[in-house]
């Protein structure tokens, strides 16, 4: 059986389907194609993981340019007159789409050739991509139910977020192996925004290493654009200090890192819905340039597992990190909220959906 997976622009939409796709593959005979953007991160993570990518036309089309709104019509146009041809040579069963630019004219296109087409929504609100979709979807499954309401009645259900497999077989012990911690002092994970990594926020975090270090240990996910400056910051910390703080331009093992975490730092991409939760993992969520992180980053404080640290008071960070690392009751307590929002089974409900829609 063929499928066609579509979505991406940042790692909280790629990732997801990703997490089905590992379900489908224990299929004997299943056949994935990935639908994306040529410069999307979906492009090296489709290709790392041995799908067939299939490059999409796109652009945003939600903005106030006139010039920019233009280009983004025509881009969806041509994004859908190609999809249109690579589903009409790969002959996909069934599509599933996680939103990002490249979904649109994917998700139109398979409407129009009468494919099931399954929508997910990877955050707490419904972006311009999803909304778009709706209309086509066959199904509309959503991470968290305070999506449900923004939604069409009768086609949208709650599956939770699909993670990928580290995420369930993750332990605190193979993590603290992985990144050589020590087991009897607390971590914190800082992830300052993927790939790309987060300015701001890195720049608190140099400030505020060698207090954090004097009773803690810190594995920071810098971002590649991030990792030179703050090499020669970490050169300049004691010995004993430097040997705490774990730098990494970037992973692909974060559910090993968040595994071996008692307190989390992040941005509040999509991800934050699915892996967090999966790990039981208490955050400190410091929400991007973008109105849907904020989102997250609310929905996540109101059910007590995380705190919403907004940018502009991004100067408290040290002290809030300061005061939950000390505090190992709250802690227990946010965990145990983050812990009551994971559906482990997430991602293989979402296959399975796709296989009945197929059949």
């Known amino acids: 059986m063929r499928f066609a997976l579509a ?26 194609y990935y639908y994306g953007t040529e410069r999307g991160p ?32 025509f881009r969806l146009w041509q994004g859908t007159r190609v999809a249109g041809d690579w589903l009409d040579r790969d002959r996909p069963s069934a599509v599933f789409v996680t939103g990002g630019y490249a979904a649109a004219p994917v998700g139109r296109a398979a409407k129009r050739r009468n494919i099931p087409l399954i929508v997910f929504l990877p955050d707490a609100r419904p972006g311009w991509a999803v909304r778009f979709l709706a209309r ?33 077989d993750a332990t605190r012990a193979e993590g603290q192996q992985r990144f050589g911690l020590d087991a ?22 140099s400030r505020a290493l060698p207090r954090w270090l004097e009773g803690a240990q810190v ?9 030179h400056w703050l090499a020669k910051e970490r050169m300049r910390l004691p010995e004993w200090q430097r040997n705490r703080y774990h730098l990494h331009a970037y992973t692909e093992e974060m559910a090993y890192a968040m595994a071996a975490s008692d307190l989390a730092v992040t941005r509040g991409g999509a991800s934050t819905l699915g892996e967090l939760p999966a790990l039981a993992l208490p955050a400190i969520v410091i929400p991007g340039a973008y109105s849907d992180q904020d989102v ?38 946010m965990s145990d909220a983050m812990r009551g929002l994971a559906r482990r089974d997430a991602a293989e409900r979402l296959a399975q959906m796709l296989r009945e829609v197929a059949a």
């Open 7 to 32: 979505g991406g622009g940042t790692g909280g939409h790629v990732y997801p389907a990703v997490a089905v796709a590992e379900c489908l593959r224990a299929s004997e005979g299943t056949e994935l």
């Open 42 to 73: 979906e492009h090296e993570v489709a290709e790392r993981e041995g799908y067939v990518f299939r490059a999409v036309p796109a652009a945003q089309v939600r903005v106030r340019s006139p010039l920019r709104l233009a280009r983004g019509l």
């Open 136 to 168: 086509y979807a066959t199904t509309i499954a959503c991470a968290v139910e305070a999506s449900v309401s923004s939604l069409p009645k009768g086609k949208t259900v709650v599956t939770g977020y699909p993670v990928r497999r580290q995420f369930l």
């Open 184 to 205: 009897h002092l607390p971590t914190l994970l800082v992830g300052g925004g993927g790939s790309i990594g987060a300015h701001a926020i890195n720049l608190v975090v």
């Open 219 to 227: 594995i920071h996910i810098c971002g590649r654009d991030e990792e």
């Open 296 to 333: 997250n980053a609310a929905f996540l404080a109101g059910t007590g597992g995380a705190v919403h640290l907004p940018p502009e008071r991004i100067d408290e960070l040290e002290a809030l990190v300061l005061d939950l690392l000390g505090d190992r009751p709250r802690r227990d307590a």
